[in-house]
């Protein structure tokens, strides 16, 4: 079993940055791929960026290519989403998600198939 809690969104005006924390439990994080979707207000929940279990590869949505940076300590269990360059269209509630040992360039495919999701963090991008 495999909790997800997650922290460090909210109110960031444009082109401000925010990091992200996803905070894991459990003994085998090490085994899960992790990944960021967001979910803006009636939109459908979408794909942001995945980092494989080893931590060899990642992927990342084109809409945040560039800005984005997603990172894993697996001292301390954490999966990371650094968010540069913010953009109102950024505004969303961020989830994180662990899928046990996919490739990191199919969590965009498994959104409905994800082991363990958290609960999601409010990001805003306003002036």
């Known amino acids: 079993q495999v909790q997800l809690v997650e922290s460090g969104g909210g109110l960031v005006q444009p082109g401000g940055s925010l990091r992200l924390s996803c905070a894991a439990s459990?003994?085998?994080?090490?085994?899960?791929?992790m990944g960021w979707f967001r979910q803006a207000p009636g939109k459908e929940r979408e794909f942001v960026a995945a980092i494989s279990w080893s931590g060899g590869s990642t992927y990342y949505a084109d809409s945040v290519k560039g800005r984005f940076t997603i990172s894993r300590v697996y001292a301390n269990n954490t999966v990371y989403l650094q968010m540069n360059s913010l953009r109102p269209e950024d505004t969303a509630v961020y989830y994180c998600?662990?899928?046990?040992?996919?490739?990191?360039?199919?969590?965009?495919?498994?959104?409905?198939?994800?082991?363990?999701w958290g609960k999601g963090t409010l990001v805003t991008i306003s002036s």
């Open positions: 459990g003994r085998t994080f090490s085994r899960y791929t």
């Open positions: 998600a662990a899928h046990y040992l996919a490739a990191a360039q199919t969590m965009p495919l498994k959104l409905s198939g994800m082991d363990y």
